[in-house]
């Protein structure tokens, strides 16, 4: 007896469910069992009302460990940076941080779904916004409230994108990440 395969389609849809659980969850900002429930329900719902292209040249990948470390690092960074905002409307303008700049950041993945979480997980985060993203690989436009420099909010979202490209990119995407990452350093020497 064979074991059961699940198709990649399927695998997708249940990646995409999972995906609007967890931010169903984080929006509503209450993990209780009656709003992971409803979250779980529409959130079937809508993966079954609208289904996802199976176009095959984007595909789901999730490596589960990958995975979590990035949700327990997302979920630490929203703590840090919740902290940070409400210290920005707390504190008197005289000691404000708030220097708020647009910064045009290229992503190097050439996946539409890696850039749109990315993209989210940058929305998602107190003080930063995603304004814009055009082409492809994307060049995503960032709000960021308290700006340093462009190199540094470029360092930050590389570093995201590093983080969700493991533990969501395909084998080939998780490479070409590794590789343009070498080629910065040897240019930086």
């Given at each position: 007896m064979t074991a059961p395969t699940v198709r990649p389609s399927t695998l997708g849809r249940g990646a995409i469910a999972l995906w609007l659980v967890v931010m169903w969850v984080l929006l509503w900002g209450d993990l209780t069992l009656p709003n992971?429930?409803?979250g779980t329900v529409i959130a079937i719902a809508l993966v079954v009302a609208f289904p996802?292209?199976?176009?095959?040249?984007?595909p789901v990948v999730v490596r589960p460990i990958k995975a979590l470390g990035f949700l327990l690092w997302f979920l630490w960074a929203l703590v840090l940076t919740n902290v940070a905002v409400a210290k920005e409307v707390l504190a008197p303008?005289?000691?404000s941080d708030i220097h708020p700049a647009v910064v045009a950041v290229p992503l190097r993945t050439t996946s539409g779904r890696l850039a749109t979480l990315v993209a989210n997980a940058i929305t998602l985060t107190p003080g930063t916004l995603t304004i814009d993203a055009r082409g492809r690989p994307a060049v995503l436009f960032v709000h960021v409230l308290s700006f340093e420099s462009v190199e540094a909010t470029r360092a930050e979202v590389a570093d995201l994108e590093r983080r969700i490209?493991?533990?969501?990119?395909t084998d080939a995407e998780v490479a070409r990440l590794g590789a343009g990452a070498e080629a910065e350093e040897a240019d930086a020497s």
């Open positions: 992971v429930l409803s996802p292209d199976d176009t095959n040249d984007d303008a005289s000691r490209v493991e533990a969501f990119g």
